[in-house]
């Protein structure tokens, strides 16, 4: 069985992300951790490369989906070094995921066995969203008319999928879009999509500027990933 990478994109988030690093390196199978530091200007990438991780990094913020192309490069880069008995598999998680990542195992175990192209992780604990909830039954919804299929959690990002997975699906959809086109795309091409319920938590988004902005951004990325599968 291929070993798992855990990649990680991060935009400043020096905060959490050795917790989250030093969990992520407990998961059954996985042999490493690559953090892609997003244009951070805080301690992002110190506190990672100190918890374990290879540390990628941007000079400048390029969007999730820039952040988890260039994970997995890397990840691609240290497969042909290692010569890794078949490109390992990947599991993205977010940056702040804290000391809960160490649950993320349940996601790897499917697509391990050969059940799964790609996991999404249910949260069984959901943070409460400052936001009303819009982008998620946007994506939801979109996901639902494009291919049947009405997933519990379509934003969720913290996914486990084969390499052939992985590159089935691109070009990746841009920014914050990633992850509703992922579930879309694979599923067309007759992969084999499942969410799994785990105990992971974030931090939640709350009501002020910065996060209005945020769902903004969300939702011209998911808006625009639509338009061009729908």
């Given amino acids: 069985m291929p070993p798992v990478a855990v990649v990680i994109p991060a935009y400043n988030e020096a905060e959490r992300i050795g917790e989250t690093v030093t969990a992520a390196l407990t998961l059954p199978s996985v042999d490493t951790v690559v953090v892609a530091s997003d244009g951070s200007t805080d301690a992002t990438?110190?506190?990672?490369?100190?918890?374990?991780?290879?540390?990628?990094?941007?000079?400048?913020?390029?969007?999730?989906?820039?952040?988890?192309?260039?994970?997995?490069?890397?990840?691609?880069?240290?497969?042909?070094?290692?010569?890794?008995?078949?490109?390992?598999?990947?599991?993205?998680?977010?940056?702040?995921?804290?000391?809960?990542?160490?649950n993320a195992g349940h996601l790897i175990e499917p697509v391990a066995r050969g059940a799964a192209d790609m996991t999404i992780a249910v949260f069984a604990n959901r943070v409460k969203l400052g936001g009303h909830g819009f982008v998620v039954r946007l994506s939801g919804a979109g996901i639902s008319r494009a291919t049947?299929?009405?997933?519990?959690?379509?934003?969720?990002?913290?996914?486990?999928?084969?390499?052939?997975?992985?590159?089935?699906?691109?070009?990746?959809?841009?920014?914050?879009?990633?992850?509703?086109?992922?579930?879309i795309d694979l599923l067309r091409q007759g992969l084999r999509v499942t969410e799994v319920e785990v105990e992971l938590a974030h931090r939640a988004t709350g009501t002020g500027m910065r996060a209005q902005l945020h769902r903004a951004h969300q939702l011209t990325d998911v808006a625009r990933a639509l338009a061009t599968r729908l």
Avoid: I
Avoid at 66 to 95: I, P, Q, S, T, Y
Avoid at 153 to 181: D, I, M, S
């Fill in 45 to 102: 990438v110190r506190v990672a490369m100190d918890a374990g991780a290879t540390v990628w990094r941007s000079r400048r913020n390029q969007g999730k989906a820039a952040a988890m192309l260039a994970g997995a490069e890397a990840v691609r880069r240290l497969d042909e070094r290692d010569h890794a008995d078949g490109a390992r598999h990947l599991l993205f998680l977010d940056a702040d995921l804290g000391r809960t990542a160490a």
């Fill in 148 to 183: 049947g299929w009405a997933p519990a959690q379509p934003l969720n990002g913290q996914r486990c999928l084969t390499r052939a997975a992985f590159e089935a699906a691109r070009p990746l959809a841009r920014g914050w879009g990633v992850e509703t086109a992922l579930s």
